[in-house]
C-alpha cells in the first residue's frame, strides 16, 4: 500500500515525541512492505524550528513550505492537496497538527484517511494539554464548547494585544477558531476520519459518543537503541543517581514535585543526586545537577549512568516514551498517576505510580529504592521484559497496524 | 574586530538563551554575535556558544538609583553594533534599542518570527500603541462572538 503522512510541525532531529512517533511508525510501516511518503509543513524565516535534516529519514519526504502570511485555510489547503495528490497514496494518516488539521482533512477527502492524535488537540484548542492553571482541566471542547471557547481566547489575550500573532494564534484567527463552523468542521472530520489513533484510554474516553472507530496505541522503543543495561552494585561513597529525563523546563512536567521530594529526601539522607535535563537555572541544591538538553547518544547514555527514573509529569502525559526508554536500558520508574504513564509501569513490578503532585508520596518510593538495591535491579528487569513484550516498535506495527489498514479500504 | 556584522543579543532573561543563539546563528550565519548580560544572570549556557560577552547593569530599577542609565546607552552606542536583537515586546526594551541607534533592530520572538523594531522615539511609541489598539479591537471582537453567539 502507498501510505501518505502529513505532520505539519514535524521536526527531525526530533523535538519531542511526536516525531519520533511519526518516524517510528512511517518507518516499521515500511519494513512490512508498504511505500511511506512523509509531507511535512516548513517555515524557513522561523528561527525556532531547525530545518527538517531529510538526508537522515530512511524514507522519502516532500516539504510543503510556506510563509507567514500563507497562513489560511484555503492556501494551506490547497498546498497540501496539491502535494499529496501527485504522490498518490492508498491512505493518508493524518499525523501531528492544530488548527488547521480539519481543513486538511476536508482537503484531502478523497482518501481514506487515519489521524493520529498526540496530545490533547481536538479536546483543548486553548493549549491542546487540558491543563489550565496548573492542573488538569476537566473540560472537553467536543462537549463544552463554549466554556472552551472562552478560556482559549482569554488565554491568547496576551499574544493578541502584543500585536504579533504568529503560528498557533493565528491558526485559531484564520480559521476562526471560535466559530460553529470550525466547531462543525471538527466535529465532522472526527466522524470522516476511518480509524484514530490515540495514546491512552483517557483519550478514547474524551472520544465517546463521537465516534467508536478509535484504537489506543503506545509509542515504542528500538531495543537495539536502549540496550539492556544491568544495574550495577554501588560502591560505598557513590551517589545513587534518580533521574528526570525530557523537557523539564516544560511547567507541566513536574520538576517542581521531585525537587520538594528531593528536599524532603535530603533531610533525611545525602546519598543520592538528581539529575535534570535542563538548561542552568537560578535554582541550587547540592543534590541537584541540571545537565542541559542532550542529544539522543548523550541521553542513551545518561539511562545507563543513572539508577532511577522519575516521570513527575502534573499534566495528562499522552504517553511518557521516556519512561519506556528508561525500563528499556533496565531502569525502575517512579511516575505520576497520569495519562499514559500510568498503563505503562505496572507498580510494585516494575517501578511505583504516585499521587500526581504528591511528593511525600513521590520521597517515600524513592526511599524505598534508595533502600534496596536488589529491588531496583529486579524492578529494572521486570521493566526490561515488559518493554521486550509490548512497547518494541515493530512488535507494535505488526500487532496493530494491518487490522487497522484494512479497515482504512473497506 | 573582525569584518563580520556585530550582532548584539540583549540577554535581560537568559532562559532558551541557546535556541536563540543556535536560531540566529543559521539565520545569519555571517554575523559576529555579542551578547549582552546582567552580572547576576547564569552564563555557562551563553558563553561558549557566542563571540564575544558584554557584562552590564541591565536592571532598571538599580540603573534609575545609581544613574547609570545614560551611561548604558553611551556604552552601547559605542560598540557601534550593526543589528541589535531583543527577545520581548515592550516597550522599555524597544526605546531602549532606538536610543542605541543600531543600523538594524530587530525583535526575535519566542513562537520563531522576526520583527524589525523602529529607529526614532516617535515611530516606537507609534509602532507600539497601533499594535496594541489593533490588538484589543481584535481580541473584543472575537470576545463578542465567544460571548454573544453559542456553539450547538
Redesign the interface.
Known amino acids: 500500500m502507498r501510505l501518505a503522512f502529513i505532520d505539519q510541525v514535524f521536526t527531525w532531529p526530533p523535538l519531542g515525541g511526536a516525531p519520533l512517533d511519526v518516524y517510528n511508525t512511517m518507518q516499521g510501516l515500511q519494513d512490512l512492505g508498504h511505500e511511506v511518503h512523509l509531507f511535512y509543513g516548513t517555515?524557513k524565516?522561523?528561527?525556532?524550528?531547525?530545518p527538517v535534516d531529510e538526508s537522515s529519514l530512511p524514507f522519502s519526504a516532500t516539504a510543503v513550505p510556506y510563509l507567514?502570511e500563507d497562513l489560511e485555510p484555503a492556501i494551506i489547503g490547497e498546498k497540501y492537496r496539491e502535494a499529496v495528490d501527485q504522490w498518490k497514496p492508498d491512505i493518508v494518516f493524518q499525523c501531528f497538527g492544530f488548527f488547521m488539521k480539519p481543513t486538511l482533512t476536508k482537503a484531502l477527502a478523497h482518501y481514506p484517511q487515519i489521524a493520529r492524535y498526540y496530545a490533547y488537540e481536538p479536546f483543548c484548542p486553548s493549549n491542546y494539554r487540558l491543563f489550565r492553571r496548573d492542573k488538569s482541566c476537566p473540560k472537553n471542547y467536543l462537549r463544552t464548547?463554549?466554556a472552551c471557547?472562552?478560556c482559549t481566547?482569554l488565554g491568547m489575550?496576551a499574544n493578541?494585544?502584543?500585536?504579533?500573532t504568529?503560528?498557533?494564534v493565528l491558526e485559531y484567527?484564520n480559521v476562526q477558531g471560535?466559530?460553529?463552523h470550525y466547531?462543525d468542521e471538527l466535529i465532522s472530520s472526527l466522524k470522516q476520519y476511518k480509524s484514530i489513533i490515540v495514546y491512552n484510554n483517557f483519550t478514547k474516553e474524551l472520544l465517546k459518543g463521537v465516534t467508536d472507530r478509535v484504537h489506543v496505541i503506545g509509542g515504542g522503543v528500538h531495543l537495539k537503541d536502549f540496550p539492556y543495561h544491568p544495574l550495577g552494585t554501588k560502591a560505598e561513597q557513590e551517589k545513587t543517581i534518580i533521574f528526570l529525563p525530557g523537557r523539564a523546563?516544560d511547567q507541566t512536567k513536574g520538576l517542581g514535585s521531585l525537587l520538594k521530594a528531593g528536599e524532603i529526601l535530603y533531610k533525611k539522607r545525602q546519598d543520592f543526586e538528581i539529575w535534570v535535563t535542563i538548561?542552568?537555572?537560578?535554582i541550587t541544591y547540592p543534590w541537584y545537577k541540571t545537565l542541559?538538553?542532550k542529544n539522543f547518544s548523550e541521553i542513551m547514555a545518561l539511562y545507563q549512568q543513572s539508577d532511577i527514573c522519575v516521570v513527575p509529569s502534573i499534566w495528562e502525559e499522552p504517553f511518557g516514551l521516556v519512561a519506556v526508554e528508561a525500563m528499556a536500558t533496565g531502569r525502575p520508574c517512579i511516575v505520576a498517576d497520569v495519562g499514559g504513564l500510568q498503563e505503562i509501569v505496572v507498580p510494585e513490578e516494575t517501578g511505583y505510580i504516585y499521587k500526581r503532585d504528591n511528593e511525600k508520596e513521590l520521597a517515600q518510593h524513592l526511599e524505598t529504592l534508595l533502600n534496596d538495591e536488589e529491588l531496583r535491579q529486579k524492578m529494572g528487569d521486570a521493566g526490561r521484559k515488559r518493554v521486550e513484550d509490548n512497547y518494541e516498535w515493530n512488535k507494535l506495527i505488526e500487532r496493530h497496524y494491518p487490522p487497522i489498514l484494512e479497515e482504512a479500504l473497506s | 574586530m573582525t569584518d563580520r556584522p556585530r550582532l548584539a543579543i540583549l540577554f535581560n532573561e537568559t532562559?532558551?538563551?541557546?535556541?536563540?543563539i543556535?536560531?540566529?546563528r543559521?539565520?545569519r550565519p555571517e554575523a559576529e554575535i555579542v551578547a549582552i548580560l546582567s552580572p547576576r544572570a547564569?552564563r555557562?549556557?551563553i558563553e561558549n556558544e557566542v563571540d564575544e560577552l558584554i557584562i552590564l547593569e541591565l536592571s532598571p530599577l538599580r540603573l534609575l538609583f545609581t544613574g547609570g542609565f545614560p551611561g548604558l546607552i553611551r556604552g552601547l552606542r559605542k560598540e557601534n553594533f550593526h543589528t541589535f536583537v531583543i527577545r520581548y515586546?515592550t516597550l522599555k526594551l524597544k526605546l531602549l534599542t532606538a536610543w542605541i541607534s543600531p543600523q538594524k533592530a530587530e525583535?526575535?520572538?519566542?513562537?520563531?518570527?522576526?520583527?524589525a523594531i523602529e529607529k526614532s522615539t516617535f515611530s516606537v511609541l507609534k509602532d507600539h500603541f497601533?499594535?496594541?489598539f489593533?490588538?484589543?479591537i481584535?481580541?473584543l471582537t472575537?470576545?463578542c462572538?465567544?460571548?454573544f453567539?453559542?456553539?450547538?
Open positions: 517555515q524565516e522561523n528561527w525556532v524550528v531547525d507567514q464548547p463554549n471557547r472562552r481566547l489575550r493578541l494585544l502584543s500585536g504579533h504568529a503560528d498557533y484567527e471560535w466559530s460553529q466547531y523546563e538548561g542552568a537555572s537560578e542541559g538538553w | 532562559n532558551e538563551a541557546p535556541k536563540l543556535k536560531g540566529i543559521r539565520l547564569p555557562q549556557d515586546n525583535l526575535w520572538l519566542s513562537h520563531g518570527t522576526v520583527t497601533s499594535r496594541k489593533t490588538g484589543w481584535r481580541f472575537y470576545l462572538r465567544v460571548l453567539t453559542r456553539v450547538k
